[in-house]
């Protein structure tokens, strides 16, 4: 019998919560082997499948990236292969964010939303909200939400194959939304290969996102 392919999963390892990453996929129990690579630099990049960018801050991952030469390379690798962001990685793989610092904001795209940087405010008004979430293993399970100084999507574009993959239930919005519909209730998201959440699913130790973007953007034609 042939050996199930493996994938290489790369975690962006310039600054923010990559270790944390790291240990919820080496959790991972999936028929595939996955193995993980702490991207540094260009070269470690070359040997991966798939990346997720971690939270942190976005300025200073975008700028180290820019002086580790990773910039261009990451720009092209979101063009073919699955990224999932999380907090300040959701917001690098936004097409737009709004409030952007002064001095501008590199952003590396991919899904086709506008974000907002702290968008439910400062440190202070971090929370956690339970989600309910459809699509994960064990759905009736919530899943604990952890938002800090989270961004907020303010706009998704209509004609983007977008999937709403969670919201936020709209009595735990720190400030209230009528419309349920309003896109600064959604919290996660799929466009394609391609995954963000406003939260820190690798704060938990709940690996279900870990395990929905291995099946759903790593390995997505096979099942596993
Ligand atoms: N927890 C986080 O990743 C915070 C993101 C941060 N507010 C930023 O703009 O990059």
């Given amino acids: ?22 240990t919820r996929l080496q959790n991972l129990r999936l028929k595939r082997r996955i193995i993980t690579v702490l991207v540094k630099g260009p070269e ?69 939303v506008d974000i907002a940087r702290n968008g439910w405010g400062s440190q202070v008004e971090s929370f ?40 936020l239930p709209p009595h735990l919005l720190p400030e209230p939304i009528e419309d349920d519909n309003d896109p600064r209730t959604i919290v996660a998201l799929r466009q394609g290969l391609h995954l963000l959440t406003t939260f820190h699913p690798e704060l938990t130790k709940d690996d279900r996102f870990h395990d929905y973007f291995a099946r759903k953007c790593v390995f997505p034609t096979v099942p596993m």
């Fill in 44 to 112: 470690d990049l070359l040997l991966c499948d798939a990346l997720i960018i971690p939270g942190g801050e976005s300025t200073t991952i975008a700028l180290l990236a820019r002086l580790s030469g990773l910039l261009e390379p990451l720009k092209e690798f979101v063009r073919k292969k699955p990224v999932w962001g999380t907090c300040a990685g959701a917001i690098l793989l936004s097409q737009s964010v709004t409030n952007a610092k002064k001095d501008g904001q590199e952003l590396l795209g991919g899904v086709s």
């Fill in 128 to 167: 956690e909200a339970p989600l309910s979430v459809t699509d994960l293993p064990d759905p009736s399970v919530p899943f604990m939400g952890i938002f800090i100084r989270a961004p907020v999507v303010l706009g998704v574009s209509p004609e983007a194959p977008i999937q709403v993959i969670a919201r």
């Fill in 1 to 22: 019998m042939p050996e199930a392919p493996e994938a290489t999963i790369g975690i962006l390892a310039l600054q923010g919560a990559f270790a944390e990453h790291q």
